[in-house]
């Protein structure tokens, strides 16, 4: 039997997020992402490094061509391209392969270049681990479809973090998972964990693409599948016995290696995340908060939650051993200079005594008064949304959603929100829950006829002098403006007064350019 290894014959199936489906008469791709790679495709939007990046995320904008010129590639050109990768893994090309490049440099542009961003980050990270283990640097694009580059992505099953772990799986490759820690979610130990089962795998299938599969659907499937046509050990000969999730799963995984290493070709560039470059790790060696950290460095609790997203609870759970705190390099320094203060800052507050016992009311899921602040509430409205009530109570999003426990922006018509502002404009923001939805735009500088269709109606006629564009779904302001020789994202900012160009919304008239 080619399980040869008694803990690889207990290893539990990991999951994949790219579910694909085919239609069993023209094996062509149905369905190629599942709803819940959407899923965690808008948590990604969450994540603080990349809500406060300059861009937003905006999903299925599916533009025809780039300056001038069609999006769509030849077959030929893909063919020589995946032939000069120099990689031990064979970036063969087909028709199934083909669908999927075409998902990620036609369809799903917008969400490629926000991980195109993240992947300066993790990338380095997943290379020196790869390398340590002598494994194919290519390897490092399994994320990408596992977790769309989102430490905090967790499918229906349970599979978790950026290698989608399961619980046990994690457990057998030794990461620590307990109510205050799951270490799946930690970038960096979980990437350990995922090289050495990927180096548990080829020693029994010697084949990559066996083992990208056994790494979707388990070796237990992989065998079969083996067993089920004969004994050949080829992924393309076997692919009608594996299980249909698997089947997307090898196509989709040459289409991530072609789409990271020929974005540029295909006008995709990196949008900008907040994370720092260069960090370092601090060892905590008693119970501590997270907000305990952002509050004495000055800096946003997202900042640290995000580089550190193995804490459940925004707690370390430090004493009977020390645990380590990812901080960028400057951050860690400073951390140094001031540990016992950090320790001692509002020690009672967030826990009794020293033990690790966090008071009830400062779990993670709780609404901590921030330092110097005061306490308002708002009550949510037809027609609200989380980015629109931040920006009229002049708060981050992601602080928003963390102080009312808000996941994927679901807020819902007569919900209370507590919203904590400068104790010198308390008085000013109460009155903003009893303010019309003009008086409320108003306060941030726009009027009605920015926002949606539905709520709006145009006050102003077009000015024949000038060309109009009606924003779409899954429009921004770059897409627009790829659209019109000339034309840049700054034109459509100052011909429209706009004063943030991330809030366009669908059914605004956008002034474009002068007529020639």
């Known amino acids: ?44 939007v969450n994540l603080w490094y990349v809500n406060t990046s300059a861009t937003d995320l905006v999903l299925d904008s599916v533009p025809e061509m780039v300056d001038g010129k069609q999006l769509k590639t030849p077959d030929s050109v ?4 995946l032939a000069d990768l120099d990689s031990p893994i064979p970036f063969v090309f087909n028709s199934k392969v083909k669908s999927y490049i075409e998902l990620y440099t036609l369809k799903r542009r917008e969400q490629v270049q926000v991980m195109l961003g993240l992947s300066e980050y993790y990338f380095p990270m997943f290379e020196k681990a790869l390398d340590a283990y002598n494994l194919p640097l290519e390897l490092k ?85 083996i067993r089920r ?6 992924f393309w000969d076997i692919y009608y016995y594996l299980p249909r999730e698997t089947r997307g799963y090898v196509p989709a995984f040459i289409a991530a290696a072609y789409t990271m290493n020929y974005a540029q070709e295909h006008y995709l560039y990196a949008k900008p995340a907040e994370l720092p470059f260069v960090t370092d790790t601090v060892m905590v060696t008693k119970p501590l908060h997270l907000e305990q950290i952002a509050s004495l460095l000055d800096v946003k609790v997202g900042y640290i939650r995000d580089l550190n997203p193995q804490y459940r609870k925004d707690v370390v759970p430090a004493g009977k051993k020390a645990y380590p705190v990812r901080l960028g390099f400057d951050y860690a320094t400073t951390f140094a200079g001031m540990e016992d203060s950090i320790y001692a800052y509002r020690r009672k507050h967030y826990f009794q005594s020293d033990k690790l016992v966090v008071n009830p009311s400062k779990s993670h899921h709780s609404a901590v008064a921030p330092t110097g602040k005061g306490k308002v509430y708002y009550t949510v ?79 102003v006629p077009d000015d024949p002098n000038y060309v109009y564009y009606t924003v779409r779904k899954g429009d921004n302001l770059w897409s627009i403006a790829k659209k019109y020789s000339g034309v840049s994202n700054s034109d459509i900012i100052r011909l429209n007064n706009l004063n943030d160009g991330r809030r366009i919304s669908p059914g605004q008239r956008l002034k474009i350019k002068p007529k020639s």
């Open 1 to 44: 039997m080619i399980m040869g290894k008694k803990i690889l014959s207990s290893l539990i199936v990991l999951i994949s997020l790219n579910a694909t489906a085919f239609d069993g008469k023209t094996d062509t791709i149905v369905d190629p992402i599942s709803p819940l790679l959407n899923e965690n495709l808008d948590s990604l």
């Open 78 to 81: 893909y063919i020589q391209r």
């Open 141 to 225: 694009y399994l994320p990408i479809i596992e977790s769309a580059l989102n430490p905090r992505a967790r499918s229906r099953v349970g599979a978790s973090g950026l290698w989608q772990f399961m619980y046990y799986t994690g457990k057998q490759y030794g990461l620590n998972i307990n109510s205050y820690i799951d270490e799946r979610r930690d970038p960096a130990k979980s990437t350990q964990a995922a090289v050495m089962f990927l180096q548990d795998m080829y020693k029994i299938y010697k084949d990559w693409f066996l083992v990208i599969a056994a790494y979707n659907c388990g070796p237990g499937n992989v065998n079969k599948a």
């Open 229 to 234: 046509s004969g004994g050949k050990r080829n």
């Open 381 to 459: 409205k037809s027609g609200d949304a989380v980015g629109l009530i931040a920006d009229w109570y002049d708060v981050y999003s992601s602080d928003l959603r963390y102080w009312n426990n808000i996941r994927r922006n679901m807020i819902r018509v007569g919900q209370k929100l507590v919203i904590y502002v400068p104790k010198n404009k308390v008085s000013h923001y109460k009155r903003i829950n009893s303010m019309s939805f003009a008086q409320k735009q108003a306060l941030s500088g726009k009027t009605v006829s920015t926002m949606t269709a539905s709520t709006t109606k145009k006050s």
